[in-house]
């Protein structure tokens, strides 16, 4: 039977994206530096739109009335304008800038500024440092440390440290507010017990400190996020580093969760023009204009808040994480999160791509959040992250001439209720980048 030519009439249907669809999408899987430009982008294109500040600028009478005669008359006067990348003495002197301090401490500050090495820490040395004031200018030891604690108050935390248990103990005190009493506590003990810690000495420090040995893990993971060298991000050359999208800060009976300010910046009608288009005719191109500006300043606000909903998931589902560490992570998927927040999967995906949040462990990708279930003995379930955290806790004790091998670190994993083939023990610790025990073994022996 020959086929023959014909015309019919069908109904079908098929999902479009609108541009405003297209656009909403696009942003909420932009990085924080990507959404940067497409807003600079967007500022250039459509002149009704600007950046709204926050709060008005301050001017400068009242920067007059805030700062000090005195301490201002001590600062050098080719600060950086704003906006010119800073470095480590600039951005001190600039907060010294904002202080009462008297004119002789702001002089005693600056010179000890003078004498911070590339990592932010102080040779305090009293009698050295006289020797860089001005000729006949007697200072007491005690203006000195005076003018010492005014300087480690500063930004970074750490700076002006005088050796590494000092520059741990002020970031401690810097971010008090982020770990639980007990474990701020046994961390700062611990910063006097390093060269035990170093030496992976567990028993000698449970003893020494008198806890159990879960709160010196607990107080051992709090000084690992904490940085060694406070001034490293004020190098010269330069430095890219994660600025988080979101802070996780403890509150009471909980964690309460923000989205950084710093990071994205408010976008608005210009108000003097809208004004004076309020009530005319437009043409067909400005009211284009208009409506692309009203469409980009509705996506961001939808970005941000699908953003602060999937973030304060995050926060009451990895509660136990907050309190304790990465070995107390739940095993998650974007699925769960997607049902919880009736969204869709890739709407989850993309509010996580490149998203960064400060927690009290450091910062973390919101991805991070998210693994692979890893059943207990007992039934329970827990995440490959926290099965690693184990693993690394178990690595950091090892005996310094005997090793643990694969198949005994997951004996000893089946002892702790995680029972895991000794193949996937090799896939994690390769994936925690630690070379086998034949390898840990031959570099021990060559240490010693």
Known sequence: MRAQPSLELGQHQHLTLTPQLRQALALLQCSSQELDQEIAQALADNPLLEIADPEPAVQAEQLDRLWSQPARAALPEDLPEPGQPLGLIDHLLQQLHTTRATERDCLLVIRLMGELDERGYLEFDPAALADGLPPGLEVEDEEWLTALSLLQSFDPAGVAARDLPECLRLQLRARADEWPPDVLACARRLTEHLEDLGAGRWGRLCAALGCERALLDAAHRVLRCLDPRPAGAWRTDPVHYVVPDVLFHRAAGGWRVSLNPAVEPRVRLNPELADGLEGQALSPELRDRVREARSLIHNLDQRRQTILRVAEYLAQH???????????????????????????????????????????????????????????????????????????????????????????????????????????????????????ASVRKARGAADR
Do not use: C, N
């Not at 993309?350 to 279930?373: C, D, I, M, N, S």
């Not at 994993?413 to 193949?423: M, P």
């Open 318 to 436: 990895q509660r136990a994480f907050l309190e304790s560490g990465v070995a107390a992570l739940r095993p998650l998927t974007l699925r769960e999160v997607a049902q919880a927040l009736e969204l869709h999967e890739s709407t989850i995906s993309r509010a996580t791509r490149l998203k960064y949040a400060q927690t009290p462990w450091g910062v973390h990708e919101l991805k991070f959040f998210f693994g692979t279930v890893v059943q207990t003995r007992s039934g329970e379930e827990t995440s490959a992250l926290a099965v690693q955290e184990l693993m690394r806790g178990l690595l950091a004790a090892e005996p310094a001439g005997k090793p643990l091998s694969d198949m005994r670190l997951a004996q000893m994993l089946s002892e702790r209720d995680v029972v895991i083939a000794r193949r996937t023990v090799a896939k994690y610790r390769e994936a925690m980048g630690v070379p086998p």
